[in-house]
């Protein structure tokens, strides 16, 4: 079976209303390819391993979380932007790519998605355009929640604790680079706050303040809510979808 290119987007914008928010960069179809779609590739960011891996897979269309084009980015083709629009050109690839509406979706989207596969249901939103995710959760020391993370994202966490942290009872999280919501997680009433990166102010507030901040990775917290969302769009329209997993220290 196959869907058009105009369906998909309007199947994508129906699902993530990338109207309520003001993004970083473009969301929706940021390079036209084929009319007819069969198959779709959805991944975290539209790097060239991802666009090359998807022509392998037969893609007509890839879905990702980073597109091409951010706010502040040089406009120029050239370089790693020339080879990777040139190969989704060459094979004629639609580019779909949902930033902060795929971060926000309640069900489907990167925080939402990162609370499922960690056990955590959030009650209460928080932060700059309400990004940010809280729930309680079971009791546990901050060791022990870093413990948990390390296990269900298979990668080392970065943990920012006080010599006294509070046992933490509510936790907050917010995906890739949200560190600078830390202190609005503070605000919120989180023990713990998880996200993917963090810089150098992060480690002194948590131990003035016993809040305990983990980074699981930018790309590890991230790679959930792309196939989540792009494998409900396929079974809506009747193509097939694969997910590709770029792996990324980062």
């Known amino acids: ?61 890839i879905f990702v979380h980073h597109g091409l084009f951010w706010r502040g980015y040089d406009g120029r083709i050239t370089g790693w932007m020339k080879q990777r629009i040139e190969r989704l050109i060459k094979h004629d690839i639609n580019l779909f790519a949902y930033h902060l509406p795929l971060d926000a979706h309640p069900e489907l989207g990167n925080n939402a998605q990162l609370g499922v596969h960690l056990g955590w249901q959030a009650d209460g939103r928080f932060g700059e355009q309400d990004l940010g995710f809280i729930g309680s959760i079971p009791e546990a ?33 917010c995906t890739g680079g949200a560190q600078s919501f830390f202190e609005a ?7 713990g706050f998880l996200t ?30 792309a196939p989540a969302v792009a494998a409900l769009v396929a079974q809506q329209l009747g193509v097939v979808h694969e997910f590709i997993d770029i792996d990324n220290p980062a």
């Open 1 to 61: 079976m196959t869907t058009t290119r105009q369906d998909m987007l309007q199947a994508f914008n129906t699902l993530l209303q990338p109207e309520r928010f003001k993004d970083y960069g473009p969301n929706g179809l940021q390079v036209e390819g084929k009319t007819e779609i069969r198959k779709l590739v959805s991944g975290v960011t539209a790097s060239r391993a991802l666009i090359d891996a998807a022509i392998a897979a037969g893609a007509d269309a």
């Open 141 to 173: 020391s901050a060791q022990q929640i870093a413990a948990q993370i390390q296990q269900a994202l298979g990668r080392s966490v970065t943990l920012a604790t006080s010599e006294n942290p509070r046992p933490i009872r509510r936790m907050a999280w």
């Open 185 to 191: 997680a503070i605000a919120a009433g989180a023990d």
């Open 196 to 225: 993917g990166e963090i810089s150098e102010p992060q480690a002194h507030l948590a131990r003035e303040t016993g809040v305990s901040f983990f980074a699981g990775g930018h790309h590890a917290t991230e790679r959930y809510g």
